[in-house]
């Protein structure tokens, strides 16, 4: 019996996607299949680039495809085609080019939100991922410092271009005005700004922009929601019992605005000895993936509170990129990896455009 390509595809239904729980063939992610002799080369084309179980998924691959009689070689050349936000609401124009957009808030500052935001926009840049990221908040952005831009921005055919570094694409009000002025405004000016960073800025072609919001639930939040179609919210909060309280308040106003909560992200969660290694929660721990479990929302990690991050952030240097293998580095990139699984469970509902990556 000779080698086919409905071999090689019936072969690879036994494959599945363990987040969207149905075979690879049902989800179109098997492409350009072609049978040469005995030698079978094929694409998969996951929904992420960010895919935590990517290694594996071409594992099993390879193996079932081996397995068929006739086979010598197997090729596989793993891609991915990010698709975009199913069935935005009709009031809220898409950003063209940009498959997802999400919010990372807080409901109280002293966090580390911005730190988060920061770590998991690169950390998904470093799996492949176009990667934009807003400095929304406009009273005290972080962004320049965080990433050790300190240009400003330049314009072209009316449109300003976002700088660079680590792999993504960034805006920050920092990047506007000189280092210490302040930003005295209303709220009206404020919604300004938030349409300019995301109807007025070249992005391109983008998987993720990330929002980093200032603390709290109040003008900028609002606009942001009320602007452009948001796959979801990503809440930080640390384990003390009065920063969950505001936690849930923030995750209160995501979900009276209709924005899906992709998941609840504890920083600071523990702390590890460097000379004994004994663990030590210095703020409690545990608090917010108890409540994420007790109210069904995906809970994304913990984020130890070491040094490394802290010391990235101020040398504008973020963890994930300058000790990529520590293990706060880890905790980031794992995040960022279940916030892209997140988004793809959410947006294989329904077809809707990909982007390939």
């Known amino acids: 019996m000779s080698l086919t390509r409905e071999a090689v595809l019936d072969a690879l239904k036994a494959v599945q996607d363990p987040d969207l729980h149905r075979d690879l063939v049902a989800l179109g ?14 694409t998969v084309a996951l929904t992420t680039p960010a895919c935590p179980v990517k290694d594996d998924l071409e594992r099993q691959c390879r193996e079932v495809v081996a397995k068929l009689p006739g086979v010598t070689a197997v090729d596989v050349t793993m891609t991915s085609k990010v698709r975009g936000r199913v069935n935005p609401a009709a009031d809220k124009k898409p950003i063209p080019g940009v498959a997802h957009i999400v919010a990372v808030g807080s409901g109280k500052g002293g966090v580390g939100k911005s730190t988060v935001a920061v770590n998991l926009a690169a950390a998904l840049a470093l799996d492949g991922a176009r ?38 694409a960034l805006m920050s009000m920092g990047f506007l005005v000189e280092p210490g002025t302040p930003v005295i405004w209303r709220g009206p000016m404020l919604h300004g700004v938030i349409q300019n960073f995301t109807r007025d800025v070249a992005w391109g072609e983008l998987d993720y922009l990330l929002v980093d919001l200032p603390p709290g639930t109040g003008d900028v939040q609002l606009s942001l929601m009320q602007q452009v179609p948001l796959s979801g919210a ?12 505001d936690a849930v308040k923030a995750i209160a106003m995501f979900e009276k605005m209709e924005v899906p909560i992709l998941g ?21 721990h545990g608090g917010a993936r108890t409540y994420a479990d007790e109210h069904g929302i995906p809970f ?7 040094p490394g991050v802290r010391d990235g952030g101020d040398r504008g240097a973020p963890i994930v990129r300058s000790a990529p293998n520590t293990p706060e580095a880890e905790a980031f990139r794992a995040a960022a990896r279940q916030l892209a699984a997140r ?9 809707a455009t990909a982007t390939a990556s």
Not at 29 to 42: A, L, P, S
Not at 264 to 277: A, G
Not at 300 to 306: A, K, M, N, T
């Open 264 to 284: 609840l992200i504890e920083n600071m969660s523990y702390f590890v000895c460097p000379n004994c290694d004994a663990r030590h929660e210095i703020f409690a």
């Open 234 to 245: 990503v809440v930080v909060c640390t384990p003390q019992a009065v920063a969950l309280e």
């Open 29 to 42: 992610m098997i492409e350009d299949v072609v049978v040469d002799g005995g030698r079978v080369r094929f």
């Open 343 to 351: 988004l793809s469970i959410q947006s294989a509902a329904t077809p």
């Open 131 to 168: 990667v934009g990221l807003i400095d929304a908040d406009v009273y005290g952005p972080n962004l320049p410092l965080m990433t050790g831009i300190r240009e400003t921005p330049l314009q072209r055919d009316g449109k300003i271009l976002p700088l660079h570094a680590h792999g993504m």
């Open 300 to 306: 994304l990690g913990e984020i130890p509170l070491h």
